[in-house]
């Protein structure tokens, strides 16, 4: 069955998309205690915070728990896992006798977001969707598989981040052309330019081509510091204080948030007051000020050289900047007004596209396990079950095959239905998605499921509960919807099934019983396609 449920999960904030099937778009969810919400224009969108904190007493903090237990700077919360895991990093910290890596770190946060959503939204067989950066696919995926199993979720779908930006953006994104994914997040700027590749170029999960990249080490964090560091200008105070040093957490978490507020006000205070001494340290900013702190540290001429950096590379691969359509602007950074007006001034008002920062390519994302592409074709192979008698076990027919254009203007396949029994009146087919096999782990796969009592505990996935999952019966519920006026006798055939697929990715069948030579069911649709 189609998905519902996408994650996008980033270096300082991860974002997790639900598909609407009445307003037909992804729409972000709300997890309690793991998420915050962010103001943007007249819309609030719930992010959580990609931190995950590990208490001496074998407790878990996700996202803005870390925030409310005040654990941001804890040595045992780690932060920035995308960065590491996307860089392959070896890197690992000491904890309670055993070593974490950010491989784990992530795993173990991302787990927990995704068992919460499941449980939430009642999740069982369906698919769900993550974003992939586009450059780290491959051992990316082997680390999602990973993450899939432990969250006891074996079914999912991979795409690029640009390809999901540029869904989740709504815009008239057409195979061919050419984008310029700006993304300025917590960790770094990465600008991308990327051509959607045509149907018969495009791979499994990639949509985007990559003509030209280019990056630089600047991000919200730094702006932070930045933030942080001119409160100490501003109060004549060191780092090194004693009393400061007590208060250092607390005020980088109120100078982000007073980022955060400039992006929507002229002004915005920092003040953090010491609990035990009642001592005050406060600072006041207008985005006057936070702009010029800004120019102080050549951040926007980063911002036009990475671009340009990015547009060379495209360059030297024959596509020129008028071959850009239009500018997507992504992560939290890209919110900062003078930041959108040096990339408008670069590229002019008309093509540069601000309006979901934030939410784009979970948005996107989600859209896509729902079935929504570039390309008008089926993503998944569809076949009928029967029964082998010579091997005493099912077989499977493929009706259809994986990359099959819609709406069909002929028959996709024919099929004689026979009766199973004698004095059967009532016959179906039982129709299944054929899933995808994803690359395994050399270990065996483990699982957290939840016991009758509610608490969680691991469990082994046995070879044959592996191929299982990966024939999924789509119409289970209504598997018999073919009646006969008179019982048959078993081997009789009974009725003559054509399949079609309608611009609403339905399976159709059309049915004429064998003996009256009647059409008992025309363009009737049986189940939705993804």
Request: proline share 4%; net charge negative.
């Amino acid at each position: 069955m189609p998905g519902r449920l996408a994650v996008d999960f980033g270096t300082s904030n991860t974002v997790v998309a639900l598909w609407d099937d009445t307003q037909q778009e992804g729409v972000p969810l709300h997890i309690p205690d793991y998420g915050q919400y962010y103001q943007h224009g007249n819309e609030k969108i719930s992010v959580i915070p990609s931190l995950i904190h590990y208490a001496p007493d074998r407790r878990r903090w996700i996202g803005n728990q870390v925030h409310s237990q005040n654990l941001y700077q804890s040595e045992r919360t780690f932060r920035w896992m995308k960065r590491y895991i996307a860089n392959r990093s070896p890197v690992q910290r000491r904890m309670d006798g055993k070593q974490i890596s950010h491989f784990e770190a992530g795993r173990d946060f991302l787990s927990s977001v995704l068992l919460f959503a499941a449980e939430e939204l009642n999740i069982g067989n369906e698919e769900v969707a993550f974003t992939v950066p586009v450059e780290a696919f491959e051992h990316y995926e082997n680390w999602l598989t990973e993450v899939a199993q432990a969250s006891g979720m074996p079914r999912f779908r991979l795409i690029d981040e640009p390809s999901a930006a540029a869904l989740g953006y709504g815009a008239n994104i057409q195979p061919g052309d050419v984008y310029l994914i700006f993304d300025f997040g917590g960790g770094t700027l990465d600008v991308a330019v990327v051509l959607i590749e045509t149907e018969e170029q495009s791979q499994a999960g990639r949509r985007c081509r990559v003509l030209g990249k280019a990056g630089v080490d600047v991000g919200g964090a730094t702006l932070d510091q930045w933030l942080f560091q001119d409160v100490l200008r501003q109060t004549g105070r060191s780092d090194t204080d004693e009393d400061v040093r007590e208060l250092s957490r607390a005020l980088l978490v109120e100078c982000e948030r007073a980022k955060v507020r400039l992006s929507q006000s002229d002004r915005a205070d920092v003040t953090v007051m010491n609990p035990n001494t009642g001592a005050v340290l406060s600072a006041e900013f207008s985005r006057t000020r936070f702009e010029d702190i800004l120019d102080e540290r050549d951040t926007f001429t980063q911002i036009d050289q990475t671009i340009r950096r990015a547009l060379n590379a495209a360059r030297e691969r024959g596509y020129q900047e008028d071959n850009i359509k239009a500018v997507l602007l992504v992560g939290g950074s890209s919110q900062i007004p003078s930041v959108q007006r040096t990339v408008r001034r670069i590229f002019g008002k008309e093509r540069v596209m601000l309006n979901r920062p934030l939410d784009a390519v979970a948005r996107g994302a989600a859209a896509f396990v729902a079935g929504v592409d570039f390309y008008d074709h089926i993503q998944h192979d569809y076949a009928i079950r029967y029964l082998n008698r010579n091997k005493a076990d099912y077989d499977y027919r493929v009706l259809v095959k994986r990359g099959t254009p819609y709406p069909t203007t002929d028959t996709i396949a024919r099929l004689t239905v026979k009766a199973s029994y004698d004095g059967q009146t009532q016959l179906g087919l039982a129709i299944f998605e054929m899933g995808e096999r994803h690359q395994q782990s050399n270990t065996a796969p483990i699982e957290l499921v939840f016991d009758p009592s509610g608490a969680a505990r691991l469990t082994s996935v046995t070879p044959d509960d592996s191929e299982q999952r990966l024939h999924f019966w789509m119409n289970e519920n209504s598997p018999t919807f073919l009646n006969l006026p008179q019982p048959a006798k078993q081997g009789e055939p009974c009725f003559e099934v054509e399949f079609s697929i309608d611009g609403n990715k339905r399976l159709l069948i059309t049915a004429r019983d064998v003996k009256t030579r009647k059409i008992t069911h025309r363009n009737y649709p049986v189940v939705k396609l993804t």
